[in-house]
């Protein structure tokens, strides 16, 4: 197959992409078509590596309002509202409910995903389910799950089993949530916890870490040195890190430094840190979102996720990547021409960092011939006119596609 005049990541000349048996054999200009050889035009239109869901809930997904809604808006009503929820679990229920919003995501050139599941459940009724989908939309999508304790680790019954247990099924990486555990001191046990199992297990490490206000979370920093001394440094991530920024900049200063050395992730996830904190301020109001700007230009590695959809923590939600960048852009103040055309790398170059994708993502070749074509030249038009994704290949075959959308304005 033939896939001819494409923008290539914003480049200002077209190319085209010749795929055989699933590889991307060849990219060149005027490439000429063999015979036989199935050919499609898309006259000028962005291609882009696949997008990367970096940090997302697939087990809580679309369960807004059951049983209860989050009337607060707080991340901690959203957990007291999912532990009632998660009373109602079934392998059905989660299956429905993910095979659902994966299917949103893959309209939406989403290809790769990172999912938090939660195993502060006895029956670890969702991860079961999530592994036996992993497997069954693996020729579609590329899904890593996180064994993620929800209600805490040591201040959960029968955390540390819980949470070994998940990682002896089939987890991808190990999870945390330092801020949510009773005290400080169960806060730094559990992430010497989860390091550990990491290294046992060889596995990644990805930390729900310091999502509260308080400038006296100090998780990131006990995270940072644990991966540089155990060696894990980027198959570490931090996601999240809110608290970051409530920091004093003499502190952040110091702890820059060791982020540095340390090589871990961060993943900031716009949409649902700008609605879920600052909730206890009255004005001015913080934004809550970490210094995403400060962590690029420090040479720190920095994605973005959607982090929830439409469930107890966000009520919106439908599972694409334009939203989370726009948001970004805008909460984070990065609105410079460049920062803008560039920013599609916080959901390709920079997740597929996050997830130790190694060499084989991206649009080149000998790789899969795996990447979107979006309704527009660059990502700076795709942010600004929302282009829809015209074409999701996987392999070189088409997964899904989609029609530029018409607005008739009937007047002079």
Known sequence: MLIKNLYIENSEHTSDIRVTDGKIEKIGEDLIPLDGEQVCDYAGKLALAPF??????????????????NMSGTLFEGIECWAKRKDMLTRQDVRSRVSRALRRMAGKGVQYVRTHVDVTDPDLTAMRELIELREEYKDVMTIQIVAFPQEGILSFPNGKALLEASVKMGADAVGAIPHFEFTREYSVESLNYACE????????????????DDEASRGLETLAARAL????????????TTAMHSYNNAYVARLMRLIKMSGINFVS????????????DTYPKRRGVTRVKELTQAGVNVSFGHDDMFDPWYPLGAGGMRDVVFMGLHVCQMMGYEDIINS????????????NLGDGYGIREGNDANFIVLDAKNWYDCLNNDAV???SYRKGKLISRGEPSKTEVNFA
């Open 52 to 69: 990367i869901e970096s940090h997302i809930h697939l087990d809580t997904c679309l369960t807004a309002g059951e049983p209860v809604w």
């Open 197 to 212: 199992l990491a290294v046992k297990y060889d596995l990644l490490v990805d930390v729900h870490c310091d999502e509260i």
């Open 229 to 240: 001394e155990t060696g894990l440094k980027n198959r570490v991530t931090a996601s999240h």
């Open 269 to 280: 996830n716009p949409l649902v840190n700008t609605h879920l904190q600052g909730r206890m």
């Open 344 to 355: 599609y790398r916080f959901i390709c170059q920079n997740a597929a960092k996050t997830l």
């Open 389 to 391: 994704v015209l074409g």
